[in-house]
């Protein structure tokens, strides 16, 4: 399956570097993926490393593919 495939999916955020508003999520079949601040989704910019969280796989601006649309979940 592509990422492209992939669709929405869940996992947990592994690193999230407030200076920078970057970070990254693992997901549940244990790719990692960029995402910047912008891509969370109830618009705060801030998460904690170690959340479970919702996302979708999309194609970045530098051509990869990144984490968007992340939204926390309760597990």
Same mark, same amino acid.
């Given at each position: 399956? +592509?990422?492209?495939?992939?669709? *929405? %999916? +869940?996992?947990?955020?592994?690193? =999230? *570097? +407030?200076?920078?508003?970057?970070?990254?999520? /693992?997901?549940?079949?244990?790719?990692e993926l960029f =995402?910047?601040? %912008?891509?969370?989704?109830?618009? %705060?910019?801030?998460? *904690?490393?170690?959340?479970?969280?919702? =996302? /979708?796989?999309?194609?970045?601006?530098?051509?990869?593919?990144?984490?968007?649309?992340? /939204?926390? *979940?309760?597990?």
């Open positions: 399956m +592509s990422m492209a495939e992939l669709g *929405e %999916t +869940s996992g947990r955020v592994v690193a =999230f *570097e +407030s200076e920078r508003g970057t970070g990254a999520v /693992r997901g549940d079949d244990g790719r =995402f910047h601040c %912008t891509a969370i989704a109830d618009g %705060t910019r801030r998460i *904690e490393v170690g959340a479970h969280v919702a =996302f /979708r796989v999309v194609a970045g601006h530098l051509g990869r593919w990144e984490a968007g649309d992340i /939204r926390t *979940e309760t597990r």
